[in-house]
């Protein structure tokens, strides 16, 4: 059950005045706020006795990539255990500037969500404790530009980047390779899809 857009309304009118920004999807409330406001909407939603949002579920983000100068939302789902209602919060992010206050200061599980939306989107958490990648290496970059790559970014290819992870040495190499070119030749890969491609073989010692 999401909580009532009137409640909410009322319970954050000393923050956003009468203009906060909702959208409603199949019963399911989303709130939209600036990123100046997000702490003290938090906030807000946890501790007043209309809301008592004391679960933060998740956060992650959204890539509208289409979208300019605004290309990101950033989502948090909330969650009340004692009042059992649920509530979105979106807050619209700037490719050119793709920083959010951290919401650690609210809740702590906040952390890890964040983690693993900074190394997904690149969206960064400012005031974070330990704000590095969830996932990837630290040194996850294009190989030739240097430039650090999120995977989950609209504008990241399919199949990868050829280089930017690449394997180390193992012993089951060779039976690898082979089991590879095998796979190749019965089943070669679309001609069509130039992103379809393999990290070249290094050549025998």
Same mark, same amino acid.
């Given at each position: 059950?999401?909580?009532?857009?009137?409640?909410?309304?009322?319970?954050?009118?000393?923050?956003?005045?009468?203009?906060?920004?909702?959208?409603?999807?199949?019963?399911?409330?989303?709130?939209?706020?600036?990123?100046?406001?997000? #702490?003290?909407?938090?906030?807000? &939603? =946890?501790?007043?006795?209309?809301?008592?949002? @004391?679960?933060?579920?998740?956060? $992650? +983000?959204?890539?509208?990539?289409?979208?300019?100068?605004?290309?990101?939302?950033?989502?948090?789902?909330?969650?009340? #255990?004692?009042?059992?209602?649920? &509530? =979105?919060?979106?807050?619209?992010?700037?490719? @050119?500037?793709?920083?959010?206050? $951290? +919401?650690?200061?609210?809740?702590?599980?906040?952390?890890?969500?964040?983690?693993?939306?900074?190394?997904?989107?690149? #969206?960064?958490?400012?005031?974070?404790?330990?704000?590095?990648?969830?996932?990837?290496?630290?040194?996850?970059?294009?190989?030739?530009?240097?430039?650090?790559?999120?995977?989950?970014?609209?504008?990241?290819?399919?199949?990868?980047?050829?280089?930017?992870?690449?394997?180390?040495?193992?012993?089951?190499?060779?039976?690898?390779?082979?089991?590879?070119?095998?796979?190749?030749?019965?089943?070669?890969?679309?001609?069509?899809?130039?992103?379809?491609?393999?990290?070249?073989?290094?050549?025998?010692?």
């Amino acid at each position: 059950m999401y909580v009532a857009k009137e409640i909410v309304a009322d319970v954050l009118s000393p923050i956003v005045g009468e203009t906060l920004e909702t959208y409603e999807h199949r019963g399911q409330l989303s709130i939209i706020v600036p990123r100046e406001e997000l #702490i003290e909407v938090l906030l807000q &939603l =946890r501790d007043h006795r209309l809301t008592q949002f @004391d679960q933060l579920l998740d956060v $992650t +983000a959204i890539d509208w990539l289409d979208r300019k100068p605004v290309r990101f939302e950033v989502v948090y789902f909330l969650y009340s #255990i004692p009042l059992k209602h649920r &509530l =979105r919060v979106k807050v619209p992010v700037s490719i @050119d500037d793709p920083v959010v206050p $951290t +919401a650690t200061v609210v809740w702590e599980s906040a952390n890890w969500y964040e983690r693993e939306t900074y190394d997904m989107y690149g #969206i960064r958490f400012e005031g974070h404790p330990d704000l590095r990648r969830f996932y990837m290496p630290e040194d996850y970059v294009h190989p030739e530009t240097g430039e650090p790559l999120y995977p989950l970014r609209k504008d990241y290819p399919l199949m990868g980047i050829p280089g930017a992870a690449p394997l180390p040495d193992f012993p089951e190499r060779e039976l690898w390779l082979q089991r590879r070119r095998e796979y190749l030749e019965k089943y070669p890969p679309n001609p069509l899809d130039t992103s379809y491609t393999f990290p070249p073989e290094k050549p025998n010692a």
